[in-house]
């Protein structure tokens, strides 16, 4: 069967098949003499076939069993027979056959180095090793009987040459470009923009896979392939990106294994500490129920601590052995740590190295040393010597430095950052060689759904579809109704089982439901993921090109990138910026708000199992407890008022100084039944019950009834602090004032001589005070 006979019924099946079979031609590897003077009796201009050859020449028939192959591999390539492509075809077998007299082989048994060398990594190197008049169209001929006669599958080796120019002559243009589209078809409708059909980069890879494998068929395309070409970097490295999609997509029809996910490169795993521990360690990691970040967290601490056995206490090293003052020397070790100790990698820790460890840290080396003996315990895998929990506690010195402690953002920068959320533009969002890594429409959702929702970014990256519902007077409504104004309605968002309790429903801005709305249009259909929490099937909302969106996404890229747009430090003084700050903040403000939400409210809008939990998150903001500090009046609490009569004359012709240094009063203390002119009056430790010293002038004297009289005395009030004691005589009645009496008995007067000396009657009455209702401050 000729070349193009198999071509035909190719066509007629369906698939393709290889249409050169060694079997039916001379696959000697060496050239026999007869044949390389054939060939270089023929010469060039035979050998090119151009139209002066002589088509009758002796040296034909010696060549005929290696001429014919390259024949028939040109006449299976699917190309317009133009004179053009015919020229490049007979130049590309002339240029084969005279390498083949050059080197005394003939081309099957050619390496893909030979191949390559003949065909040049670009076009300047192909002119280098090629004959003069041989074009650049002559090289994509050569390339397909490689492909098709020499196994070269070395194409990584050949720059930037048009791999799917290749495959449609080899493999035809229709059979290609029909299982891309199914590729296309799979990765559109993920949202890649490798589905769009303007896009060249995964007919690039295609095609390259498809003549690595031999075959156009996608049904053909194994996991093993794939791995090979990616370990084997048989791809430029950008384009990984796109090997990932197309596996992904191939996977999906069923013909492969989904790609491995990979998160960066990997330092070996840790180790250290004698062989006996680090047993015992990995026994427990392979049977402990814990989840699996928190469990390789455990290992790694277990281990720190394996090291710290063999180099202080190698007779430890077994569990079994461990004592209460094994326990009491590890806990006293974990205490004076520092930065660095017993590491196997301190790559990463900078000037961190030698600093003591913070106390959550010592905090979580305890915590695991407790619970690998805990449940060593619990299991009966060793016998019960001493109490986990009491002789490996945290200390008292560390757990006082320990506690939830939820950082605010200070209210100006909130909003700026909020300002940032709500205009975010597509210009604003991190740029890749391909645009935009995510579509606006996501990252606005997801911006907003930090800035309003108040959740931690584990709760938000598993949102569901379907996760906001709204109501109006408790009917359900549509977000885009026209008929009810958006004030309105209510939004409320699902969110699903969490950290500290099961999924709930809660109140939100109607900006954040018309957001994630607005995204849950445009989202296209996306494969079902496995909650990491539930462990079911479920519709993520923020996922797309079949890949959820992780956790870290609002750490790593939101808020760096509203950062810069409201131009603020993505740090301040209580630290970086982070996704959970935004939780306390949002809670402070609604627990300072102008009617602010009591505790259980917060309680249930945040989530929380305890109200003890809401506490930390809730802090009471400085204008507001400046208020409720100015509106509980501690300093007018023990401030009264008492009336005065002041000489209006003598202050203001400058006589007041004058008449006090002369020991002439002009100030009057209005006591009820006389009056004080001591200056101090406030100082008086006798000023609430008077002791009628010299400076007490009675309200029935006559010298009393002459300062009435003068005309210039202007009334006036004056504040008088008093203290614990006079304040209980003002409140409590006679037996308060009793006590202040008896208190002030041997105090002397500003006169100098004590109540006792001048012998004052037992009927004293108290300061009259005088109430004035303040005005609250502005």
Known sequence: MTASAAADRSKESGRWQWPIDPARYDTTPVLRTAKKDAIVELGTDNLRRLARHDPAARGWRQIRRLLRPLDDADAALEAPATPHRRRAMLDATAVVLLRCAETRCSYWSWTDEEWAGLLGQDQRGFRNAAPGWADDAVRPHLAAHAFLLGGFNAFYRLGSFSRLTLAWRVFGHARVDGEIARIRAVLAGWGYRLGRDDDKLLPMVACQMFLLNRSPHLDELSTDLFERVRCGQLLPAARGNTLHAMQRAVAELGFCDPPQRLTGHHSARASGGSPVWAAWVERWHGTSTLTPRVRGGLRATLLKAGRWLEAEHPEAADPTSWTRQTCATWVAAVDRMNVGDYLQRTIGLKDRLGKPLEAPTKAAHLTAVRTFFRDLQEWEWIPRRFDPQRTLGTPRSISALLGPDPRVIADEIWAKLMWAGLNLQDSDLPQTQAGNFYPLELVRAVTLTWLFSGQRSDEISRLRVGCIRWQHDGGAIPGHSKQVLVRDAVCLL????????????????????????????????????????????????FAVRARKVSSAYINNTVIPMLCRKAGVPAADVRGNITSHRARST?????????????????????????????????????????????????????????????????????????????????????????????????????????????????????????????????????????????????????????????????????????????????????????????????
């Open 494 to 541: 699902d969110v699903p089982t969490h950290k500290t309790g099961t999924a709930f429903t809660k109140p939100v801005d109607p900006i954040l439901g018309q957001a994630l709305d607005a995204w849950q249009a445009l989202r296209p259909g996306q494969p079902t993921f496995t909650d990491r929490r539930t462990g079911e099937m479920v519709d993520l909302l």
């Open 586 to 778: 949002i809670a402070s403000q609604l627990y300072n708000a102008k009617e602010p939400r009591t505790l259980f409210e917060l309680q249930a809008w945040l989530g929380h199992r305890s109200p003890q939990s809401t506490q930390f998150y809730a802090k009471i903001s400085p204008t507001t407890l400046t208020r409720a500090y100015d509106d509980a009046g501690y300093f007018s609490r023990n401030m009264r008022t008492v009336e005065v009569l002041v000489d209006r004359d003598a202050v203001a012709s400058g006589a007041a100084a004058a008449a006090a240094a002369a020991g002439e009063p002009w100030q009057h203390y209005d006591l009820g039944h006389g009056y004080c002119t001591y200056t101090f009056f406030e100082q008086c430790p006798h000023r609430m019950a008077c002791a009628r010293c010299d400076f007490y002038t009675p309200k029935d004297s006559a010298k009393a009834q002459l300062l009435e009289a003068k005309a210039n005395l202007q009334k006036m009030h004056a504040a008088i602090p008093l203290t614990e004691d006079e304040q209980a005589a003002v409140e409590d009645g006679q037996a308060a004032l009793d006590r202040l009496l008896q208190r002030l008995a041997d105090v002397p007067t500003p006169a100098a001589p004590t109540p006792r000396q001048i012998e004052k009657p037992s009927g004293a009455t108290l300061l009259p005070i005088v109430m004035v209702n303040q005005r609250p401050a502005t």
